[in-house]
């Protein structure tokens, strides 16, 4: 009864959009897999995504609305990591013309020196491990951030999850038309000539593209997109995210600023890279929100520190002078509230 029930306001409370981009990437990478000649059938992994949105859908005909975003929001991580890396590895065995000189070209026009930017990263070893760590955030980052905005700032959730994968079908798109293998395998440099390297990606990338262009059917779960990035546009991404978590949310902004540098040395991405990144980042945030706006027929979750508990956990904690100082967000009674007061 309560899945049946669910089901109709699920889709209207749902990132939509963020699962009409998932369901065409699905069928693309359905389309092209086939014709290409590559196997793919996760069904132990699809049968749990299907599990998750019946329980997403089940909580809410049960009224349990934001336990039932989370379900929502761990179905849609389990959707993009059953279609996208796989559609990339399609998308590379159509082995169109590497761009990595056109790349790097671009970057020596904006008097960026690679080369010299990387060295001194290799000199600074202790530098390139934490940068290193935070680099690996991407993989924890969402978890965190959908746990904290359910309760927080629904709406913002929602948002960033729908400019994630507004972002990702662009850059795959940008990867498609300019393939690229990185800037260490384009000055060839290999793993002694950065001896304490701890992410050893910029050199297994290549390895993975080269195998998909050459007739390898093998699909890559790993990240293999150079152009644009997508770690720097996910560094923007959870910055905005952040700013809707009262409290923390600072220091998880700072994390992502940081996130964004290691882009070059750790990820090993070109400048030009990081810069398209953040530009499509940034459209893709402009994007999701107009679609909600334009098409929510029911208004959304509302923002927990304009709820009556969550303003008075707020006001408690302000009490306290290092808490007050990271709390920015005013509080102010929504208009529900006030007309109940």
């Known amino acids: ?17 963020a699962w009409i981009i998932m369901a065409t990437c699905a069928v693309l990478l359905a389309v092209l897999s086939v014709a290409m000649g590559f196997h793919y059938a996760p069904y132990l992994l699809t049968a749990q995504f299907v599990i998750l949105l019946a329980i997403a859908a089940a909580l809410t005909g049960a009224g349990w609305l934001r336990p039932a975003l989370i379900m929502e929001m761990a179905a849609i ?3 993009t990591f059953l279609v996208v890396p796989p559609l990339c590895s399609v998308l590379a065995a159509f082995a169109m013309p590497l761009q990595d000189a056109a790349l790097a070209q671009i970057d020596r026009r904006m008097g960026v020196d690679w080369v010299a930017i990387a060295f001194w990263f290799r000199d600074h070893p202790l530098l390139s491990r934490v940068l290193c760590d935070v680099y690996a955030s991407n ?23 729908t400019a994630s994968a507004i972002t990702l079908a662009i850059t795959m798109f940008g990867f498609f038309l300019f393939p690229a293998m990185g800037p260490y395998w384009h000055f060839n440099f290999t793993p002694a000539d950065f001896p304490d390297a701890v992410n050893v990606m910029p050199w297994e990338q290549p390895k993975f593209i080269e195998g998909l262009r050459n007739g390898s059917r093998e699909m890559v779960f790993s990240g293999i997109v150079e152009f644009p990035s997508y770690h720097a546009a996910s560094a923007i991404l959870f910055a905005v995210a952040w700013r809707g978590v009262p409290v923390i949310g600072v220091l998880g902004i700072l994390l992502n600023v940081v996130m964004f540098v290691s882009t070059v040395p750790v990820g090993g991405h070109y400048l030009i890279d990081l810069y398209v990144g953040a530009a499509i980042a940034l459209v893709s945030l402009g994007l999701a929100k107009w679609y909600y706006r334009a098409t929510d027929r029911i208004p959304p979750l509302e923002t927990w520190t304009r709820t009556r508990d969550g303003r008075r956990f707020l006001a408690a904690l302000r009490k306290r002078p290092i808490v007050s100082a990271l709390i920015k967000r005013t ?11």
């Open 1 to 17: 009864m309560y899945l049946r029930a669910g089901i109709p306001e699920l889709w209207n409370r749902s990132a939509r959009l």
């Open 77 to 79: 991580l389990m959707a």
């Open 139 to 161: 993989l924890w980052q969402p978890v965190v951030l959908i746990v904290a905005l359910t309760a927080t700032d629904p709406q913002r959730l929602r948002v960033m999850i």
């Open 331 to 341: 509080l102010k009674t929504s208009s529900k509230e006030a007309a109940t007061a």
